[in-house]
């Protein structure tokens, strides 16, 4: 497609992959940066989340349970049977179990908004945003955001440290650090401390790279949908790819909902599981 009939294929992903971002408007690219939509639309869903579960605490009855009560009591027992099984202090599974029940939440909502059309919110944003330069870029799903899913990430970190002196007492603690794996020999306590800090920098790495290259390539897929829509003609090839657009948005719309909901699934029992192993003396 040429670039005078309007954007060619790279360049429209690339112009959906990029940020709204605050130096679009101030020209100063630092450390001061931010993913304005990605911080948005978490901050959105995040009150979305606590909302949906007031709401349900504020319905719920003791008789015959309607069927989003039931639903939300189903996913509470679910998380708290999980929490239980692997989190066995039930002094901290009172901070854990709702912490894994928000962390599932939030992360699904997030995902959820790689259901929407692609250039949904973008186009809305771009008639009505505030500034030019500000409102030519939007994109939302921010666990395709690695800013997102490793703030996640070193949230859990912060709270498996957290938990380790909590359980163990800072001494314990350090020592856990520099006589675990291999022995408590002096001359091996460089060695256990190497093993202790890649194994926490490991578990941080992989819990957001994880989340954030699923959904990544979740909306990669998305856009290379809205392509084949977008390149529809009155013709026999033009046709056929507007019926491809229409059936493989559909069938890829449909196995979507099972990855976001595992994506959040799996976030969430690796957040469990960190944190049992907070608990844990070596």
Same mark, same amino acid.
């Given at each position: 497609?040429?670039?005078?009939? $309007?954007? =060619?294929?790279?360049?429209? !992903?690339?112009?959906?992959?990029?940020?709204?971002?605050?130096?679009?408007? =101030?020209?100063?690219?630092?450390?001061?940066?931010?993913?304005?939509?990605?911080?948005?639309?978490?901050?959105?869903?995040?009150?979305?989340?606590?909302?949906?579960?007031?709401?349900?605490?504020?319905?719920?009855?003791?008789?015959?349970?309607?069927?989003?009560?039931?639903?939300?009591?189903?996913?509470?027992?679910?998380?708290?049977?999980?929490?239980?099984?692997?989190?066995?202090?039930?002094?901290?599974?009172?901070?854990?179990?709702?912490?894994?029940?928000?962390?599932?939440?939030?992360?699904?909502?997030?995902?959820?908004?790689?259901?929407?059309?692609v250039d949904l919110l973008p186009a809305i944003w771009h008639s009505v945003g505030p500034?030019?330069?500000?409102?030519?870029?939007?994109?939302?799903?921010?666990?395709?955001d690695l800013s997102v899913t490793m703030g996640l990430s070193v949230s859990v970190l912060?709270?498996? !440290?957290?938990?380790?002196?909590?359980?163990?007492?800072? $001494?314990? #603690?350090?020592?856990?650090?520099?006589?675990?794996?291999?022995?408590?020999?002096?001359?091996?306590?460089?060695?256990?401390?190497?093993?202790?800090?890649?194994?926490?920098?490991?578990? *941080?790495?992989?819990?957001?790279?994880?989340?954030?290259?699923?959904?990544?390539? $979740?909306?990669?897929?998305?856009?290379? !949908?809205?392509?084949?829509?977008?390149?529809?003609?009155?013709?026999?090839?033009?046709?056929?790819?507007?019926?491809?657009?229409? !059936?493989? $948005? *559909?069938? #890829?719309?449909?196995?979507?909902?099972?990855?976001? *909901?595992?994506?959040?699934?799996?976030?969430?029992?690796? =957040?469990?599981?960190?944190?049992?192993?907070?608990?844990?003396?070596?």
């Open positions: 497609m040429a670039a005078a009939n $309007g954007p =060619t294929a790279g360049e429209y !992903i690339i112009h959906h992959l990029t940020h709204l971002q605050n130096h679009k408007a =101030t020209g100063v690219v630092d450390f001061s940066v931010f993913n304005l939509d990605s911080l948005f639309y978490s901050i959105v869903l995040g009150v979305l989340g606590c909302w949906l579960m007031w709401l349900a605490a504020r319905k719920a009855t003791s008789g015959v349970p309607g069927r989003f009560q039931a639903a939300v009591e189903m996913l509470v027992e679910m998380v708290d049977a999980q929490a239980k099984g692997i989190v066995h202090n039930a002094n901290s599974r009172k901070l854990v179990a709702p912490l894994a029940l928000v962390v599932f939440v939030w992360i699904f909502l997030m995902n959820a908004m790689d259901l929407l059309p500034a030019v330069g500000m409102k030519d870029y939007m994109r939302v799903v921010p666990t395709a912060l709270i498996c !440290i957290y938990y380790n002196i909590k359980i163990k007492g800072m $001494g314990g #603690w350090v020592h856990e650090l520099f006589c675990a794996p291999f022995g408590s020999h002096p001359l091996l306590w460089p060695a256990n401390f190497m093993m202790q800090i890649i194994e926490f920098i490991a578990k *941080t790495v992989s819990h957001g790279m994880r989340l954030f290259g699923n959904m990544y390539a $979740g909306e990669l897929i998305f856009m290379l !949908i809205a392509l084949m829509g977008g390149a529809w003609s009155l013709s026999a090839t033009g046709i056929g790819l507007a019926i491809g657009h229409i !059936i493989a $948005g *559909t069938a #890829w719309a449909i196995f979507h909902i099972l990855i976001i *909901t595992l994506q959040a699934f799996v976030f969430m029992m690796l =957040t469990l599981v960190y944190i049992g192993q907070a608990h844990d003396a070596h």
